[in-house]
C-alpha cells in the first residue's frame, strides 16, 4: 500500500484508466470489417466510445458500444457478457436496454441538422450494438470561450442559437439530450458549433422512467431521480447553465443544492451587463429556475426571450406609456385623426404577420427636462402636428403609436410617403417655434401589428427599434434615415437621389452598427449653395420597362409580394419607370427585401435562368444608374451596393465605406505598398478552379465574386476570406474550404 496519500491515488487511477481500457476493443480491430478502431475517447454509465477508420470511405468515424458496465463484462473473442443474477434481472435489463438502444439510434439516424452530431450507421455485433456517427473536429467549448477576445453577447448567441435549432429539431421527435454541457459542445475551425455525444439521450414516453444521469452544475434536479418530470425544460436548463459560465466564468450550483433554498448567485449579479446585456442575463436565469415549471418550456420560448435580449428596447404599448407618462388619453387618437381603424384591429394576436414597412420615429428632443404642465401643452400641440403631417396618408396604411417623448408611424403604403411626412413634421415644427428641437428617424424594416388589450393596434419588433437607434443619431431638427431606408427610396424614386448625405456607420448602446443618410436640409443652404437642379437635369430618360412585358410585371410584383406583402405593388409602380429592363426591376426591387438569401434568390430570378449577373448586364446596370446621378451625387454605384447587400447578413449593418466619392462599378486592384497596382497570386486556371468551387455554395453569382474580389486582393489568405463571406451557411462554408484545399493542394 501507498505511504503517500497522493501517490495512492494515482495508482488507484491509473488501475481505473487501465481497467476501461482493457474493458475495450483493442486498437486495430475491426468491426464489421468495416471499422478499424484507432482509440478511445471516452466511457459513460451505458457505453465506451471509440475513434475508428472507415476502410472503405477512407474517413474517421466515432463508434459508440453499447456496453452497461453495471451488468455486462468482456468475454472470449471481445463477446459482451451479462454478469449472472439469481433472478435474471441483469439479463432481462441489459436486453431491454440494447433494444431501447437501437431504438434510440434509428431516431438519431434521421436527424439531418448541421448543429447535431450526424450518426451514419447502426448494427448489432459482439452480443451488442454499435452507433457510427460523424468525426467531428474542432475544440471543446471549455477550450474555446477563453480564447475568445473580446467574448460579448453576439459571441454567445452565436453558439447557442444554432444549439437550439438543432435541439428543437431533437425534440420534435420526442428525444432529449439530457448531457449538454461545455465538454458536449464543440466549435468547428469556421466557428460553428455542434452538439455531441447523445449517449444519454432518451425518448420520452410516459410509461417508462428515465435513467438517472447527471453532470453536477450543468444537470436540472429532475434529472436526479428516475421518476422527474423531464421533458424540453430540461435540455433549456443545461442549455441554460452552459450560458451561464459563458457569461459569468462559474459554472452553476449543484442543483440539488438549489431546490430548498437557492443561494447561487444569478446571472444578471454577476455578469456584465454592459457587454451581454441585461435582458440576456435575466433569460439565462430563467432558464436556470429550479422549478421545471418557471422555465420556458419549449426552445421556441428561449429563443423568443433571446431574440427579444437583442431588440431590448421594444416599444411599449401605448397604455403603459400613458401609466409612466400622464399624458391624456386623446393623445392616441389626436396622432391618429380621421382613423375609423387601424390595421389589423379586428383579428387575434396568433394571427399576427411580421410585415414589411416604413417606420417614421420622432423625438422631442429635452421633454422630459420640462415641468408636468410644459410636458401636457407640448404635447398636445406636438400631436396636433403629426396629426397634420400625416393628413394625406390614408389611415387605412399607417399606424401611430405615442412613445411618450414623441411619437413613431408605421407607414404601409409608399415609403415616400413617410420622407414626405418627416419633412412636414419638421417643418410645421419649426414653424410653430416649440423651442424644442425634435429629432426624426428613417428606416424600412420588418415589424409585427398586435392589438392590447384596448383593441387599439401597436407596432413591435426590429423595425421600430432601428428607427429608434437611427433617430438617436439625429442632432436637433435633423432628418436621418437608415441605409436600408436609402438604398429602396433612392431606386425606385427618380428624383429623391440627391437628397441624401451619407455619415457613415455609427454603433448604438448595444454595439450594433448603423449606416445612416442625412436628408439635407435646403432650407438652411439655399443662400449658400446654389438652387438645386431640375428633375430632367438631374436625369437622362431611359428605357422604361411599364409596357415591355405586363405579364412578367404582374408575375414579379406577385413574386416580391410573397417576400414583403402588399408593399410591392407600391415599388413596383414606382421602380419600374426608372429601370431599363426587368432585370434592372429585379436588381432595384430586390433592396426592399431585408434577408440576404431571399435577396439574393430574388435578383438571380426564380426561374433560376433569368438574366444573370454577368459583367455586361452589371455594366449596364450601373451605367443606367450613374446617369441618373450627378458627379457631385456621393450615392455608391447599384453594382457595388447589390454586392454588399448580398453579403450583409440578417438584421446587420456593414461597416462603414467610403461614399464621399462616387463608387467606380469596377473595383481596383489592391495596392502594393508602393502604391502601384498588383494583381493576385493566382493564375488563370486556379481563378478557374475557385469559381467552381464557389459556384457549387452560392450558384451563379460566383463567378462576378471571384472576378470582384480578384480585383480587391493581391493575397490568397484575405481573397479566400473574402469569398468565403458571401456564403450564408456553415456547412457549406466548410465544403467551400475542403474544396478549395483540393482544388489548390499547393496554397
Known amino acids: 500500500m501507498a505511504d503517500n496519500p497522493q501517490e495512492a491515488t494515482t495508482v488507484r487511477v491509473t488501475s481505473a484508466l487501465a481497467a476501461v481500457s482493457s474493458a475495450g476493443l483493442p486498437k486495430g480491430y475491426r468491426l464489421m470489417d468495416e471499422y478499424e478502431i484507432d482509440s478511445m475517447l471516452g466511457e459513460g454509465g451505458f457505453g465506451l466510445t471509440y475513434l475508428a477508420h472507415d476502410v472503405n470511405l477512407n474517413l474517421k468515424v466515432a463508434v459508440k458500444e453499447y456496453f452497461p458496465r453495471s451488468m455486462a463484462t468482456r468475454g472470449k473473442d471481445h463477446l459482451i457478457e451479462v454478469r449472472a443474477s439469481t433472478d435474471n434481472q441483469n439479463d432481462a435489463q441489459y436486453h431491454w436496454g440494447l433494444e431501447r438502444f437501437l431504438d434510440e439510434a434509428r431516431a438519431l439516424a434521421t436527424f439531418r441538422h448541421p448543429n447535431i452530431v450526424r450518426v451514419l450507421r447502426y448494427f448489432r455485433a459482439n452480443c451488442t450494438a454499435y452507433i457510427v456517427m460523424e468525426y467531428e473536429t474542432g475544440e471543446p467549448l471549455k477550450r474555446w470561450v477563453p480564447r475568445q477576445a473580446p467574448f460579448g453577447r453576439k459571441a454567445v448567441l452565436s453558439i447557442i442559437y444554432p444549439l437550439l435549432d438543432g435541439l428543437e429539431v431533437v425534440h420534435k421527435t420526442k428525444f432529449l439530450h439530457r448531457d449538454i454541457k461545455p465538454d458536449n459542445i464543440y466549435v468547428r475551425s469556421d466557428g460553428t458549433p455542434v452538439l455531441l455525444d447523445f449517449g444519454a439521450a432518451r425518448r420520452v414516453t410516459p410509461e417508462q422512467d428515465m435513467t438517472s444521469i447527471v453532470t453536477p452544475g450543468f444537470a436540472p434536479f429532475e434529472q436526479y431521480h428516475s421518476e422527474g418530470n423531464q421533458g424540453p425544460w430540461t435540455d433549456l436548463y443545461s442549455l441554460g447553465a452552459v450560458m451561464y459560465w459563458m457569461t459569468t466564468g462559474k459554472k452553476p450550483s449543484e442543483s440539488a443544492s438549489r431546490v430548498v433554498s437557492d443561494s447561487m448567485p444569478t446571472a444578471r449579479s454577476m455578469g456584465d451587463a454592459s457587454i451581454f446585456g441585461a435582458e440576456l442575463l435575466q433569460a439565462i436565469d430563467w432558464a436556470l429556475s429550479p422549478p421545471e415549471a418557471r422555465r420556458p418550456q419549449t426552445v421556441a420560448q428561449f429563443r423568443a426571450a433571446l431574440q427579444a435580449a437583442e431588440s431590448a428596447n421594444q416599444q411599449l404599448t401605448y397604455d403603459t406609456q400613458h401609466e409612466r407618462t400622464g399624458l391624456p388619453a386623446t393623445a392616441y387618437a389626436a396622432i391618429n385623426p380621421g382613423s375609423g381603424h387601424t390595421p389589423g384591429v379586428g383579428q387575434s394576436n396568433s394571427d399576427r404577420k411580421n410585415v414589411l414597412c416604413t417606420i417614421l420615429f420622432a423625438d422631442l428632443v429635452g421633454y422630459s427636462t420640462r415641468s408636468v404642465d410644459d410636458q401636457v401643452v407640448i404635447k398636445n400641440l406636438f400631436n396636433e402636428l403629426v396629426g397634420k403631417a400625416v393628413k394625406a396618408v390614408d389611415p387605412a396604411s399607417r399606424i401611430a403609436i405615442d412613445t411618450g417623448d414623441g411619437a413613431a408611424i408605421c407607414f404601409m403604403g409608399d415609403p415616400e410617403e413617410a420622407?414626405?411626412?418627416?419633412?412636414?413634421?419638421?417643418?410645421?415644427?419649426?414653424?410653430?417655434?416649440?423651442?424644442?428641437?425634435?429629432?426624426?428617424?428613417?428606416?424600412?424594416?420588418?415589424?409585427?401589428?398586435?392589438?392590447?388589450?384596448?383593441?387599439?393596434?401597436?407596432?413591435?419588433?426590429?423595425?421600430?427599434?432601428?428607427?429608434?437607434?437611427?433617430?438617436?443619431?439625429?442632432?436637433?431638427?435633423?432628418?436621418?434615415?437608415?441605409?436600408?431606408?436609402?438604398?429602396?427610396?433612392?431606386?425606385?424614386?427618380?428624383?429623391?437621389?440627391?437628397?441624401?448625405?451619407?455619415?457613415?456607420?455609427?454603433?448604438?448602446?448595444?454595439?450594433?452598427?448603423?449606416?445612416?443618410?442625412?436628408?439635407?436640409?435646403?432650407?438652411?443652404?439655399?443662400?449658400?449653395?446654389?438652387?438645386?437642379?431640375?428633375?430632367?437635369?438631374?436625369?437622362?430618360?431611359?428605357?422604361?420597362?411599364?409596357?415591355?412585358?405586363?405579364?412578367?410585371?404582374?408575375?414579379?410584383?406577385?413574386?416580391?409580394?410573397?417576400?414583403?406583402?402588399?408593399?410591392?405593388?407600391?415599388?413596383?409602380?414606382?421602380?419600374?419607370?426608372?429601370?431599363?429592363?426587368?432585370?434592372?426591376?429585379?436588381?432595384?426591387?430586390?433592396?426592399?427585401?431585408?434577408?440576404?438569401?431571399?435577396?439574393?434568390?430574388?435578383?438571380?430570378?426564380?426561374?433560376?435562368?433569368?438574366?444573370?449577373?454577368?459583367?455586361?448586364?452589371?455594366?449596364?446596370?450601373?451605367?443606367?444608374?450613374?446617369?441618373?446621378?450627378?458627379?457631385?451625387?456621393?450615392?455608391?454605384?447599384?453594382?457595388?451596393?447589390?454586392?454588399?447587400?448580398?453579403?450583409?447578413?440578417?438584421?446587420?449593418?456593414?461597416?462603414?465605406?467610403?461614399?464621399?466619392?462616387?463608387?467606380?462599378?469596377?473595383?481596383?486592384?489592391?495596392?502594393?505598398?508602393?502604391?502601384?497596382q498588383r494583381a493576385l497570386e493566382l493564375s488563370a486556371e486556379e481563378l478557374t478552379l475557385v469559381e467552381q468551387a464557389l459556384s457549387r455554395s452560392i450558384g451563379p453569382l460566383a463567378k462576378m465574386l471571384v472576378r470582384k474580389e480578384s480585383q480587391r486582393h493581391s493575397l490568397y489568405g484575405p481573397f479566400i476570406q473574402a469569398l468565403t463571406s458571401h456564403i450564408d451557411h456553415a456547412n457549406q462554408r466548410t465544403e467551400f474550404a475542403a474544396a478549395i484545399k483540393r482544388a489548390l493542394p499547393n496554397r
Not at 437608415?482 to 448602446?509: E, Q, W
Not at 454577368?614 to 447589390?642: F, G, L, M, T, W
Open 419 to 676: 420622407l414626405q411626412s418627416a419633412l412636414l413634421l419638421r417643418d410645421l415644427l419649426a414653424a410653430r417655434q416649440l423651442q424644442l428641437a425634435t429629432r426624426i428617424g428613417l428606416h424600412m424594416g420588418p415589424v409585427r401589428i398586435v392589438t392590447d388589450i384596448n383593441q387599439r393596434s401597436n407596432v413591435l419588433g426590429d423595425g421600430i427599434n432601428v428607427a429608434q437607434r437611427v433617430m438617436d443619431f439625429a442632432k436637433g431638427n435633423q432628418v436621418l434615415v437608415s441605409r436600408a431606408y436609402y438604398d429602396v427610396i433612392s431606386r425606385i424614386t427618380d428624383d429623391l437621389g440627391g437628397m441624401f448625405n451619407y455619415l457613415g456607420a455609427h454603433a448604438d448602446k448595444h454595439g450594433r452598427q448603423h449606416e445612416v443618410y442625412a436628408v439635407i436640409d435646403h432650407r438652411a443652404t439655399a443662400q449658400a449653395q446654389d438652387p438645386l437642379p431640375t428633375h430632367d437635369s438631374r436625369t437622362v430618360p431611359v428605357k422604361s420597362v411599364e409596357a415591355h412585358d405586363p405579364a412578367a410585371l404582374a408575375a414579379l410584383e406577385a413574386e416580391l409580394a410573397r417576400h414583403i406583402g402588399p408593399l410591392a405593388k407600391v415599388l413596383v409602380n414606382k421602380a419600374k419607370v426608372v429601370a431599363q429592363d426587368l432585370h434592372g426591376l429585379r436588381e432595384a426591387l430586390a433592396m426592399s427585401i431585408p434577408d440576404p438569401k431571399v435577396r439574393q434568390a430574388f435578383v438571380v430570378g426564380s426561374s433560376g435562368n433569368s438574366v444573370t449577373h454577368s459583367q455586361s448586364n452589371s455594366q449596364n446596370i450601373s451605367q443606367n444608374i450613374s446617369q441618373k446621378i450627378s458627379p457631385a451625387n456621393s450615392r455608391p454605384s447599384i453594382s457595388s451596393s447589390i454586392t454588399n447587400l448580398l453579403t450583409r447578413g440578417s438584421g446587420q449593418t456593414l461597416a462603414a465605406i467610403p461614399h464621399s466619392q462616387p463608387v467606380s462599378p469596377t473595383v481596383a486592384s489592391a495596392p502594393n505598398h508602393s502604391g502601384t
